[in-house]
Structures are given as structure tokens and as C-alpha cells.
């Protein structure tokens, strides 16, 4: 009797507590990964505080996110196959399956209502209803020549017209997969495109798709407009060059900045961040930096870039001004700068420090650091501001 | 049969004690381990089972050559993302961090 009482009264309790919490928005949270725990923080950047700590994801040791169009659920990739749906608004996992035994990345549909995956193993991308995570599409790609397993797939985007756009590592291909008449999708292939594309991107009008070759010099374009005319090779001098440089951490070619009608791309592993004209795609310059760029982030109003590096300069990040190209600030933030994000406006940047277990919150403007968020080995940081953006 | 497994544990002990006089220090040690797993595992797996490098758990290198697996990780290796690591890592280290692999990592 006792007992049913205090039930009664904790769900009363419970009841009003649902009732008084207050309603909210989603458009100024965001997800930050930590790679070595296998879990994910809320983060609100209105406060620069961590909401939940969120568990059980698996292998975050390279991990991703989409957000669905209303910004409510964040969509994370780990390295384990593992797909993840997660609600910010109650914190909690929505859905989670194991699609696949080592995947790379993945992407949300013009609609939002799929979910592509992009595979190492087995290789292709699998496709997702957004609201179940059932599986949509099987997509296998190339089986190598020794017909031991098939080539592995990487820089997985969305693209204008209900398509998926990806790059197969082994083989040397560009596909495009149109789920326009519905979840059979009609595929493109392209080949011979050049040796091993590692990552790729879309511009943000969603026009051409580019992916950067690691096997030899140059990149490979794509233009969505005119899919008939074939992959491009733009940007010849684009890679390790003659010597062959080692290349210490995989360049990451999204967030690519254009800005004044020049684009701004991490060099492959060269110390230098590479200018080039978006409307001939030339190179028109090479700007020196302090080791192998990974990351190459546009400050939202495109005046300034972000720029990290691979070991051993991982402990420093510099801005670029892309007018005068000049590198204007020559930060060091801590140790393993792995990822940077912009607030949607441009007013914060955060950062991840994996070796400094922490989370640092920046003034892009006066170069300041705001504030500081404890994380076990944080990598990637998204905002939900990503929901509306192409090949985001 | 016998004979032979007790030579290979001898060679085994050998190799691991001719491998520890050379052995970087305990704080050196704990810096390469993070490497491993943090700048390695990044293409290789947090867990070593393989991304856009191969797996290189114990099962998968059982059988391969030190020497050469030294080798692989001091030049790299052409025509794939592996890069040298002589210019960033001592031999000493290189061949702690092969050593480590070979016996299992991450520990089971």
C-alpha cells in the first residue's frame, strides 16, 4: 500500500516534471564525438554547455553525423558499421543497427528521408529509411580483380535531385545513385577517374563533386549539371608531387572553403594550403603553413580560414585571411587539434583537443578562447545547423 | 615437435631480450602506445581491425616477418597511404611498436 502511494506520488512527480520542462528548439545543438569511449555529448552553443552524455555507440575511432531536416535527431557512423539515430530532444539513442563491419561516413538525402552509408567492409553503401533505420537499398561495389572482397568506398555526399554521390577507393570510380523514382535506384558509373580517391566534396550549390587523388596528382570533377560529359581532371597539380611525401593523416576535403571565387584546399602532404580560381579551377597559389593541413575551414562570412594540422604539428591551428592569403594568427591550442566547427553565423568556433580531453569554444573575430568543456578524447563536433546545408 | 616449440619460445625470449636493451623508457613507451592507437588507428582501427589500412591484429600478423613489418613501418609502403615513419620515430621505436603488435594490441 506504502509502495503504491510512493509510486503514485514519484509518477506525479514525473508527470509535472514533463509538463514544466519547457519547450525548446533544436537549431543551437550539436554533437560532439569522443573516439576512444565510444560516446557522444549534446552540446547547446547559446550557453557553451554540455547537455547529455550518451553512450553505447560502438567504435567512434572515425565517426561522422547528419542531422534530419527538422534538427532533431543526429545520424552517427562509427567506424564498426554501427548507425545511430539519436534524439536531442530527449536525449537519448532512437535507433541503432549494425549495417555493416567497417564504414567510413555517410549522408542524408535531399528529402530526409534516407540514410546513405559508405563501406570498407563489406564494400558499397547501404540505404536506410531515416525513421526506422530498416534497410532501403544494397549498393555492392566492384569486386576487386582477385575477387577477394570489393573495393572500398569513401566520400559519401548528398547531391541535388534525390541522388547519392561516392568514390571507390580500390577501383578508381565515381557513382552517382538517384533514389528520385523511388528506393531502386538508378546508378551511374564512372571509371577509370584516377587512383585511389580518398575523400571528396560537393561544392555548396551542390554542383560539382571533386575527390582528391592520393594514388597520383590531380582531382577528379564531377559536374551534376552535365553528368553526360564524364569526370573531369582539374587541378593537375593537385597532390604529393614527384617526391611522393609521406602523408601522415588523410587530408579531409570537407569543409573546403570557397570564398571570392577562390576555393582553399589542405595540399596533400605538403605544407602548404592551396588557392585556386572555382571558376577555371587552376591553381593560383600556394600558402605556407606549419605542417600537413587537415582540415581547411571557412569562417561563415569566408574573410578568414581555419587550419589544422597532422602529427606532429597537431598542436597548433592557424588563420588565414583569404584576402591578402596571409596566415594572420598562429594559435596553439593544445594537444591533437582534431576537428573544427563553426557556429552557423560564424559568432563561435569550437574545437576538439583529443590529447587535451577537452572542448575549447572560440571568438573567430577577436581570436579568443571563450570557454573550455570536459570530453574524453573528443574528435568530430557538428552542429545541427549541418541539417541544411548540401553534402553536409 | 617438442624441440621445436621449446626453440621457438627460446628465440621468442631471445628477440625479446635483445629488443628491451634497447627498449625506449617507460614514459617513451606510453607516448608510442598512444600513437598506436590514436595516429595508427585512425587508418588501422582504434582496435587495430582494419579501415582504410589493413587490420593488424596478432592473428593477421602471426606468421609475417619482423623484419619486414619494421621495414613497412620505416619507408612506408608505395603505391598505398603508409607512410614512412622514419623521419618522426627512432629505429628503437619502430621496433617497440612492431614488437607490441606482434604480441597482441590491444591486449587481450
Known amino acids: 500500500m506504502i509502495r503504491s502511494t510512493l509510486l503514485l506520488a514519484a509518477t506525479g512527480l514525473l508527470l509535472s516534471a514533463c509538463a514544466l520542462s519547457p519547450l525548446r528548439g533544436t537549431g543551437d545543438l550539436g554533437v560532439v564525438v569522443e573516439r576512444t569511449t565510444g560516446s557522444v555529448q549534446i552540446i547547446e552553443s547559446d550557453t557553451r554547455t554540455a547537455l547529455a552524455r550518451l553512450e553505447g555507440f560502438g567504435d567512434l575511432s572515425h565517426a561522422s553525423v547528419v542531422f534530419s531536416r527538422d534538427q532533431r535527431y543526429a545520424y552517427v557512423f562509427g567506424r564498426d558499421g554501427g548507425l545511430s539515430k539519436i534524439d536531442l530532444l530527449t536525449q537519448r539513442i532512437d535507433h541503432r543497427v549494425i549495417q555493416g563491419g567497417n564504414s567510413i561516413g555517410g549522408a542524408i538525402s535531399q528529402d530526409g528521408k534516407l540514410i546513405a552509408v559508405s563501406n570498407y567492409v563489406p564494400g558499397g553503401v547501404k540505404v536506410f529509411d531515416a525513421v526506422t533505420l530498416q534497410q532501403v537499398a544494397d549498393i555492392p561495389a566492384t569486386p576487386l580483380a582477385d575477387g577477394s572482397k570489393r573495393s572500398r568506398v569513401v566520400g559519401l555526399v548528398d547531391a541535388p535531385g534525390q541522388r547519392f554521390v561516392f568514390s571507390l577507393f580500390d577501383t578508381g570510380e565515381i557513382w552517382t545513385a538517384d533514389f528520385s523514382q523511388g528506393s531502386t535506384p538508378r546508378i551511374s558509373r564512372f571509371t577509370g577517374i584516377g587512383q585511389q580517391p580518398y575523400d571528396a566534396l560537393i561544392t555548396p550549390d551542390g554542383r560539382y563533386y571533386m575527390a582528391g587523388l592520393f594514388g597520383e596528382d590531380g582531382m577528379a570533377q564531377l559536374d551534376l549539371w552535365h553528368p553526360e560529359r564524364g569526370v573531369q581532371r582539374v587541378l593537375g597539380d593537385y597532390g604529393r608531387g614527384q617526391a611522393k611525401l609521406p602523408v601522415y593523416k588523410m587530408p579531409h576535403l570537407e569543409g573546403w572553403a570557397v570564398a571570392d571565387n577562390q576555393a582553399f584546399v589542405p595540399a596533400v602532404g605538403r605544407h602548404q594550403v592551396l588557392v585556386m580560381d572555382s571558376r577555371t579551377w587552376q591553381q593560383t597559389a600556394a600558402i605556407p603553413v606549419a605542417g600537413q593541413p587537415v582540415f581547411v575551414t571557412s569562417r561563415p562570412d569566408g574573410r578568414q580560414l581555419w587550419v589544422n594540422f597532422a602529427y606532429p604539428d597537431n598542436d597548433r591551428v592557424q588563420v588565414i585571411d583569404t584576402e591578402t592569403r596571409a596566415v594572420v594568427a598562429d594559435l596553439r591550442p593544445g594537444p591533437a587539434v582534431l576537428h573544427m566547427e563553426f557556429t552557423a553565423r560564424g559568432d563561435q568556433l569550437w574545437l576538439s583537443l583529443r590529447d587535451g580531453d577537452q572542448v575549447q569554444v572560440w571568438d573567430p573575430y577577436s581570436l579568443k578562447q571563450l570557454s573550455t568543456l570536459p570530453a574524453t578524447a573528443p574528435s568530430g563536433i557538428f552542429f545541427s545547423s549541418r541539417a541544411q546545408k548540401m553534402g553536409y | ?108
Open chain 2, 1 to 108: 615437435m617438442m624441440v621445436h616449440r621449446h626453440a621457438v619460445v627460446l628465440a621468442a625470449l631471445l628477440l625479446f631480450c635483445a629488443t628491451s636493451v634497447a627498449a625506449p623508457n617507460a614514459k617513451r613507451q606510453a607516448q608510442l602506445e598512444h600513437l598506436l592507437a590514436q595516429d595508427c588507428g585512425a587508418c588501422h582501427g582504434l582496435h587495430m581491425t582494419g579501415g582504410l589500412g589493413p587490420d593488424l591484429t596478432r592473428a593477421t600478423l602471426a606468421g609475417k616477418s619482423r623484419d619486414s613489418l619494421i621495414a613497412t613501418v620505416t619507408q612506408g609502403r608505395p603505391g598505398t597511404a603508409m607512410p614512412g615513419w622514419a623521419p618522426l620515430l627512432s629505429p628503437d621505436d619502430i621496433r617497440w611498436l612492431v614488437d607490441l603488435l606482434l604480441q597482441g594490441y590491444p591486449a587481450p
